[in-house]
């Protein structure tokens, strides 16, 4: 498998403190991965550094062999990277149709548009039943839909899924994870952030644990579910 996404010895402070430490992660090409970990260890930060949202303090990004780690969150957005935020950050006053043409701002092809729409509403059958409903009226988890659809018709090599569960019931959390199931399945590279470890877990390939701004453990979900700790902490076991 080639590799997508490389992060070398990434450090990130706010001020003094220190929210990322030394981060080493690889990401493979078609891969799932998670980054799972408590409130506030740095897993958001993560994904806004890759994105140009934050710009790291030392180490480098590389993203299909070139270095993005500087370059402004535009011109990342342009080579492939596309962000779906936590709290979904929609355009509330225009339809969910408006919404995901935003999304596919840089995409100039007709015919991909169409194909990644038709990907959308197959994934999420209840943004096409409601195209013309304006964005701020659908319940949390049609937004989340949205949030995930729209990041998905920018046409991404790579995406990245920021908390995509918050604060929605277990039955649509479901659904969600479900899609993202099938969006890496139609082959787009995803790298997901999740405090929900037990599904985090059931959908990644790779799992990363990341505590206090540092990557403590990795593996796959059979290997993660062997450690104490994980069992104990994350998954109530």
Do not use: W
């Not at 030394?22 to 930060?45: C, W």
């Not at 993203?63 to 979904?88: M, S, T, Y």
């Amino acid at each position: 498998m080639n590799n997508l996404l490389e992060m070398r010895k990434i450090y990130h402070y706010y001020g003094k403190a220190r929210a990322l430490e030394e981060i080493n992660l690889t990401i493979e090409d078609r891969a799932l991965d998670a980054v799972i970990g408590p409130n506030g260890a740095g897993k958001s930060t993560l994904l806004r550094v890759i994105s140009g949202l934050e710009e790291p303090d030392r180490g480098k990004i590389e993203f299909l062999g070139e270095r993005i780690d500087g370059l402004k969150a535009h011109k990342i957005a342009k080579k492939g990277i596309a962000h779906c935020p936590e709290r979904r950050r929609l355009f509330y006053d225009m339809s969910v149709m408006e919404n995901l043409e935003m999304g596919a701002y840089t995409l100039k092809n007709r015919k991909k548009f169409h194909e990644l729409l038709d990907i959308v509403f197959e994934v999420f059958p209840r943004l096409k039943e409601r195209k013309k409903q304006r964005a701020g009226t659908l319940s949390g988890g049609e937004q989340q839909m949205l949030a995930i659809g729209r990041a998905f018709m920018a046409n991404p090599k790579l995406l990245l899924l920021d908390e995509p569960s918050l604060g929605l019931a277990p039955k649509i959390k479901d659904k969600i994870f479900e899609a993202v199931n099938k969006i890496k399945k139609a082959g787009t590279t995803t790298l997901l952030v999740e405090q929900d470890a037990i599904l985090a877990m059931e959908v990644g390939e790779n799992i990363h644990l990341l505590e206090e701004g540092k990557i403590e453990m990795r593996g796959t979900k059979e290997q993660l579910e062997k450690e104490p700790r994980i069992k104990k902490v994350y998954l109530g076991i």
